[in-house]
Structure formats: C-alpha cells, structure tokens
C-alpha cells in the first residue's frame, strides 16, 4: 500500500510532506518523493530507500509563503523501486502520486505513445500524467482535462496531481484507494492516505467514496460524484491516536490484515486476468521452455503455499512438481536435474534458509523464480524471475494476507502454465478465472461469523491440543491453521491429513483433543467425513468447518456454499485465521507480535 500526501497552504511545505509520509511509514515503502509547486515553478526531490534518503536530498530546500505539495512513498508493484520509478510522476508540467493498480495502463501508454509521448517510469502510475496533458490540449481547462482523464482508467486509484498553470490547485479523485482530505483552522487543506498522516495537522476530515474526485484551492474543496454532481462537503472529526490509525480502528495489524485480504487480493489479481488466460507481464515464457519439472522451495507458511501449489500445479499443468522445507533442502545433498525450475516462495525476500536454497539452486545451473511480497529483496535480486504478491507490508508477524496471495499467485500460475502446456480445457480455464475474480468477495470477513468465532473461541482455551485436519490442498491449510494457533496463542497444535488418524494420532483421541476439521463441500467430503466420524466415535471434541451441516460435531462452522473447492479453500483460511486470533486475544497474547518470533527469519 503506497502512502499519498497533499498540502495547500502558507507554511513551509517540504517538511509537512516528509512528515506527513513519516506517518506513513508503517505502511511499508521501497522509495517515497515529493513535489512542490509555488509562483507556478515545480521543485522535485525523490529518493530509493528510506526518508532520510529523501530528506537528504531535499535538505537546501526550504519555501516561504502560500505553495502546494504532494508526496508519496511507493511499494513497488510495477517496475523495480527505482528513482525513475518513484512518484511523483512528471508529463511536460504536471505532476502525478498514485496509489492503486491501473489496470489498463498498458494499452493507454500503447496509445499515448503511437502520439510521440515520451514514458521515463515502468509504473502504471506514469500513463496519468501523461493521459492528462493529452486532454489538456483540447479540454475547456484542467479540471476539465482531468475529469477526461478519470473516465479512461479502469482499475484502482487515489490520485493527486498538480499542474504549473494552476498553481493554488490539487486535483483529487479516489477509486478503490483511500483518500482523505482534512481542514483547520488556518485554511490549510491536507490530503492523505490514512488519517494517520493528517493527526495533529487538522481536526477535521472528509472520508472520499469510491467516484468521488475533485479540486482543492484556497478557496477551498470543490467535490463531484462519479455522475460528475457536486458533493456537499461532510466533515467528521479526525481520530486523535496515531497508533489506533495505523491500525485503522482494529484491534491489531493483524486484525487489520485479515480485514484487507479483501482489498489485496483484488491488488495482486489486477492486470493478470484476461477473459480466455492468466497473464504475468513480468513472466517471459521462455523461462519454462524445456522444464520438466518444479520444484517448490520456502519455510513456514510460504511452505504451506508451496504444497497447495503443488496439488494445483499437478492437477492443472500436469508437471512433476515436489515440494522442500528450505532448512531440509539446503542440507541434503539433493539431486537436481537441469529440467527442473526453482521456485522459492518468501513473503519478505530475506529468509536465510530460503535465500541459501535459491543460492543452491543457481549453483547447480537451475532456471529460478521467487513468488515475493518485497521487490528488490535478496530473492527478487537473485532469482530470473520475479512474481510480486502486492500484499503491501504485513506488520503482523502471523502472515495472514501474505499467505493469501502467495496462494492466489500460485493458483493463478498452475493456470497460465496449464494454458501454455494446453493441460486444461479453455472452458476450464476461463471457469477458474471466473472463480479467481470472485476471491475479494469470498475473503470479505462477515462480522456475524467473526462473532459467531469470537464467541466461539472461548470454549478451546484449554484442553492437550489440537488437529487441524483435512485432505488435499486443505491438508496445507490445516498445517497452516495450526500453525496459525500455535505461533500467537502458544497453544500445541498439529495439522495432519485427514486419512492420517488411523496410522496412530488417533490414540489422542479423547473430549480433551480439539479437532479443527476442514469439510469442504466440492474435494472428497466423504472420505473426510467418515475420517472426522471416526474422531468423533472416540470421543474428540469436534469443531467442523463446512458448507453442510455435520451433526457429529460439537461446533460448526457453516460456510457459504461456493461452486469450487479453491473458494471453499479460501473461505476457510479466514475461518482458521479469525479463530486462532480470538483465541489468542482471550488468552491476553501480544496478537501482532508473538514471544520468541520474528517477522522475518533472516539467521539460520
Ligand atoms: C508464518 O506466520 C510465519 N511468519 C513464518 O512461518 C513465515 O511464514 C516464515 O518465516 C517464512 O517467512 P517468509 O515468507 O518471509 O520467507
């Protein structure tokens, strides 16, 4: 999630934009950039890196009287964190900060180019500045030039964008990407992308919808709906504690995190799905010519996504695929075959066992990839080739939406590699790419079963452990439920295959073990039944999670019904997640960051 600031006002501008994105800082950035403008002339600072970089190179700049400013840090989705990628983005006399994905900047810039237009960044983002002075040419004026403008970007955006000859004005507009602007008393107007950046500037804010774009000047906001009418300003008092705005009114990041899987999955989808194909621009084909096989690499829960990679992988792209615990792998003397890519999965980029596999890896001469949540990391620098997740940063050290879109990315690819190897039908293809783009809604926590969880939560505080059982891809998600319990409520956990019990864990069985069972409706619910049966007939304290009822449980969780197993699967890592955090909470447990655990493993 990229942080946005705007500033218009008599103070001295450079520092209420570098302050305003420090707030922003918890959000996560790979570089950040600033713009002021003031007698109609422009001054540009950007920076790689942290905002010492930037307050480096802005440090001779200072402006005295009325200016505007707009800042921005960026998480790089398109394009490596480099300066030319940072915002703000320059036309001839525009500038442009962008958060969100324009999802068909691609045939834009085709088209903007064909008319001579220079591009500097690979970003998305540049096409709007650019797309603005081409309307600026032939529009009645620049609010005009930029209403145009809107109306041709499709995808997700909070834009604020100025321009030399309308030197006292900020252009806004907000689809899909927080936006806040705020007032005080002085007749300063803020803009941000979480309030987090306005506290203590301003005590009042309007919240912009999705359709909502504007003007801000001296003189004041002048606000229009999607349907191009006048919105009247409503004001609400901005929250007073940094800490709770970071968090956005949850309890913990984590909470937050889960909150927003419905957000950052439409983030890692976006751009990727055509109607008959799956398509990763920054994937050249070529890397899977002569590949016989892929092997999948990771730790912890990037582990869990490499084994449901490797049921989809099998399933859709008929390829020999394995799977390696990375502290295993590295030691192992394993044999590797040239025909055979690498692929290593890493929310942060930086976790050792990982990076030394990969290292391993291209040692032996092994074409390699990294399906990563941070561009320019250790693993994105190393590996050929890179899939970025778009998960923004994820402060709590439980991955959560992390986890959520390595699966995404995962199942997204056993598709494109089962449309360039023709393993599947198209009309297959093109039905899981429908299910794929309903994966926002499906993630969509719904606060009665997070109640209904909450609640629920305080009868599994005690007892000698847990199953978390299940079969297929939702044996990984069992392992990764548990996982889940175990890291942030310290309670012992395991997750098994369901068709396991028998080969002993069964002997557990008693009303003191929980079993977690997953019971999806569309992958092998009989055999899973009669499994969970078997637990129940001895005794175990059963809590299913199903779209069909389960009358041997003592909970259930009923989930909505979906046409998909993958839906199903999706559906119920919210459920594991939701209940280990309740758990936790009850439990009084530091949620976001557990005892003995780093976000990122980056020592053996
Ligand atoms: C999962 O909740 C933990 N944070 C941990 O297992 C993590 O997945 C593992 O350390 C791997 O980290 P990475 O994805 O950054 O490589």
């Known amino acids: 999630m990229c942080g946005i600031v705007g500033y218009i006002g008599v103070k001295p501008v450079k520092q209420i934009l570098i302050d305003g994105l420090r707030e922003l800082e918890y959000r996560g950035y790979d570089s950040a950039g600033i713009a002021v403008l003031q007698n109609n002339t422009f001054s540009l600072f950007k920076a790689v890196g942290k905002l010492v970089n930037l307050e480096e190179k802005a440090k001779n700049f200072e402006t005295e009287g009325f200016s505007i ?22 036309g001839e006399n525009s500038y442009v900060v962008h958060n969100g994905i324009i999802e ?18 690979q970003t998305d983002t540049e096409v709007i500045v650019h797309l603005f002075e081409h309307h600026l040419k032939t529009a009645s004026d620049a609010f005009d030039a930029f209403k145009k403008t809107l109306v041709q970007l499709e995808g997700a955006y909070a834009i604020l964008l100025i321009n030399s000859n309308e030197s006292g004005t900020i252009f806004f507009a907000k689809h899909g990407s927080p936006m806040i602007i705020g007032r005080n008393e002085a007749g300063e107007i803020l803009f941000g992308s979480s309030d987090a950046a306005l506290i203590g500037k301003c005590h009042e804010v309007i919240y912009l919808e999705d359709g909502h774009y504007g003007y801000g000047s001296a003189k ?41 899987q419905s957000r950052v999955l439409a983030d890692t989808l976006m751009g990727r799905l055509r109607d008959e ?4 621009e920054e994937i050249d084909p070529e ?26 992988f099998e399933r859709h792209a008929k390829i020999k695929t394995s799977v390696e615990i990375a502290s295993e792998f590295r030691y192992r003397e394993p044999f590797l075959t040239q025909d055979t890519l690498f692929v290593v999965i890493s929310q942060s980029g930086e976790t050792a066992d990982t990076l030394e596999s990969l290292k391993m890896a291209k040692k032996f001469g092994l074409k390699t990839m990294v399906i990563c949540n941070v561009d320019n990391s250790s693993m994105v620098r190393l590996a050929d080739a890179s899939i970025l997740t778009r998960a923004g940063i994820e402060k709590g050290v439980a991955s959560t939406k992390a986890f959520a879109t390595q699966v995404c990315v995962l199942w997204m690819l056993s598709l494109s590699l089962a ?11 093109q039905n899981q790419i429908h299910l794929l783009r309903t994966l926002p809604s499906t993630v969509t926590v719904d606060s009665a079963l997070h109640e209904q969880l909450r ?38 956990a395991e997750g098994y295959p369901s068709g396991e019990m028998k080969h002993g864990p069964i002997a557990l069985a008693d009303p003191k073990l929980f079993t977690i069972a997953l019971l999806p409706q569309h992958k092998l619910y009989d055999k899973t039944k009669s499994n969970i049966e078997e637990l129940s007939a001895r005794d175990s304290t059963i809590c299913s999670i199903s779209p069909l009822d389960f009358d041997k449980a003592d909970d259930h969780i009923r989930t909505k019904p979906s046409e998909h197993y993958m839906c199903e699967f999706f559906e119920m890592m919210v459920v594991l997640q939701l209940l280990s955090m309740e758990i936790a909470i009850r439990l009084g447990n530091d949620v976001d960051m557990p005892r003995n655990l780093a976000k990122s493993v980056t020592v053996e």
């Not at 449309?419 to 293809?429: C, D, F, K, P």
Request: hydrophobic letters at 40%; one cysteine or more.
């Open 69 to 90: 400013g707009i800042g921005h840090t960026r998480w790089a989705t398109h394009g490596k964190p480099t300066e030319l990628n940072a915002h703000p983005h320059l």
């Open 104 to 121: 068909n900047y691609q045939e834009l810039k085709a088209s903007l180019m064909a008319q001579g237009v220079q591009f500097l960044s």
């Open 220 to 260: 004041g906001i002048s606000l229009f709906d999607q349907n191009h009418q006048p919105v009247a300003l409503r004001f609400s008092p901005l929250a007073e504690n940094k800490l709770s705005a970071q968090k956005e009114g949850y309890r913990f990041f984590m909470e937050k995190e889960i909150y927003e």
């Open 277 to 280: 194909s799956v398509y990763f």
């Open 287 to 312: 890397l899977f010519q002569g590949i016989n096989e892929i092997k999948l690499c990771a730790c912890g829960t990037s582990y869990h996504a490499a084994m449901v990679a490797s049921y989809l």
């Open 419 to 429: 449309g360039e190897r023709h393993t599947l039908e198209a009309s297959e293809i």
């Open 455 to 492: 609640r629920l939560s305080k009868r599994y505080l005690h007892g000698h452990g847990f199953f978390f059982i299940g079969r297929d891809v939702f044996f990984p998600l069992a392992l990764e439920g548990a996982l889940k319990l175990k890291e942030i409520s310290y309670l012992h």
